[in-house]
Structures are given as C-alpha cells and as structure tokens.
T-cell receptor, first 113, second 112 residues
Framework: EAQVTQNPRYLITVTGKKLTVTCSQN?????MSWYRQDPGLGLRQIYY???????DKGDVPEGYKVSRKEKRNFPLILESPSPNQTSLYFC????????????FGNGTRLTVT | DAKTTQPNSMESNEEEPVHLPCNHS???????IHWYRQLPSQGPEYVIH???SNVNNRMASLAIAEDRKSSTLILHRATLRDAAVYYC?????????????FGTGTRLQVFP
C-alpha cells in the first residue's frame, strides 16, 4: 500500500532534549516536506526537499533541521526543543511537478514541557 | 510566493451542493490549483487539481475562472463525511522551487 509513515504518533518531551521525528514513503517520490499545524494558523511549511541531499527552508524553519540522505526518508530533527514547538506535525511526499498530488502522513503530536 | 484566500468557514445541509471558493489573484500562468481536505484527527488528503479547464473526479469538481484568479471546489451532494477543512494551494511546475503555502483553509460544516 502506498503510504507516508510518520513515527511516533505522539511524543511528550522536555525542553532541550534532542528528538527526531521520522518520515518514510514507499512511492519513490522525489519531493518531501514537513509542516506544522497550530490552532488558527493552518498548515505552515517547515522544510522541503526536492531530492536526495537537496533541502530548502519553508516559512518557519527556525529551531528545526532536516536531512535527506535517502530518497525514502526525511527525518525532522529538533536539536533543542522548546515549548513553542509544541504542535501537530505532518510529513508529505509527491513526485516533482505542479500536477503531482501530495500524500500526507497521519501526523505526529509533539508536546514540549 | 503565490498565496490563496479562502473564507474561514461555510455551512451546508446534507445532500445539498456546496461551492467552496478560493481566490488566487497572484497566480502565475503555469501554477496548478490543488485542493486538499483534512478530516478531524487525520492528515490532509488530496481532492482534485487543475490548470485551466474544469475538472471532475469521483470526489468533486473544480471550476476554474477564465482569468485563473479564482476557483471553486464543488461537492455535488454534501454528506456528513464531507465535514472537514478544505485547503486550496498553488503548485509551480518548475523544479527549482516548491514552497507550498496552505494557509488556514475553509472549515465546512454539514448539517443533517
């Protein structure tokens, strides 16, 4: 089954403790992206990648890192999480091109205390 | 970056048609118009997309204005399962940039 898999689904952590949220897709998509969703602010793009070793900032990249060493994986790294990064995170993937639909994961709810 | 504007919320009764508008006055000539919806507690899911001509699929229809500065997602007969947040976004065909802006979408309520 074609899918985007995020792990974990829920994560509670403390300020400053490094964490990684994983994202994997099995559709051989070149494009992958991370979004955060907060009440009243909609979906905001954090980082995106158009192929292996190619990443670029979205609208809200501060406090996050990403890497794209393999085509199928696009982990989101929070080196020193802070409470304002408490949010619902979504990973998405697609083929390149304007007419390619995005496929989203089921989300990761992160709480930083 | 091209942006879209949508109403915050809309309401409909079950089995009635729903027309969800989206304004994208800064659209470029090659941007595709995509629609996604997000059901409660789920990730967004693809609904439909188009470039210039109106499009139909099993989920919905997409009507695109002649000047492409606006579009309308049409749900022909709303069901309770269509209650969701609907997002309209623009996607460039050029491979050097793909910074997608979702915004806050339109929350559709469907009443029985």
């Amino acid at each position: 089954e074609a899918q985007v898999t995020q792990n974990p689904r829920y994560l509670i952590t403390v300020t400053g403790k490094k964490l990684t949220v994983t994202c994997s897709q099995n559709m051989n998509h070149e494009y992958m992206s991370w979004y955060r969703q907060d009440p009243g602010l909609g979906l905001r793009q954090i980082y995106y990648s158009m192929n292996v070793e190619v990443t670029d900032k979205g609208d809200v990249p501060e406090g996050y890192k990403v890497s794209r060493k393999e085509k199928r994986n696009f982990p989101l790294i929070l080196e020193s999480p802070s409470p304002n990064q408490t949010s619902l995170y979504f990973c998405a993937s697609s083929l390149l091109g304007g007419d390619s639909p995005l496929h989203f994961g089921n989300g990761t709810r992160l709480t930083v205390t | 970056d091209a942006k879209t504007t949508q109403p915050n919320s809309m309401e409909s009764n079950e089995e009635e048609p729903v027309h969800l508008p989206c304004n994208h006055s800064t659209i470029s000539g090659t941007d595709y118009i995509h629609w996604y919806r997000q059901l409660p507690s789920q990730g967004p899911e693809y609904v439909i997309h188009g470039l210039t001509s109106n499009v139909n699929n099993r989920m919905a229809s997409l009507a695109i204005a002649e000047d492409r500065k606006s579009s309308t997602l049409i749900l022909h007969r709303a069901t309770l399962r269509d209650a969701a947040v609907y997002y309209c976004i623009l996607r460039s065909p050029f491979y050097n940039t793909d910074k997608l802006i979702f915004g806050t979408g339109t929350r559709l309520q469907v009443f029985p």
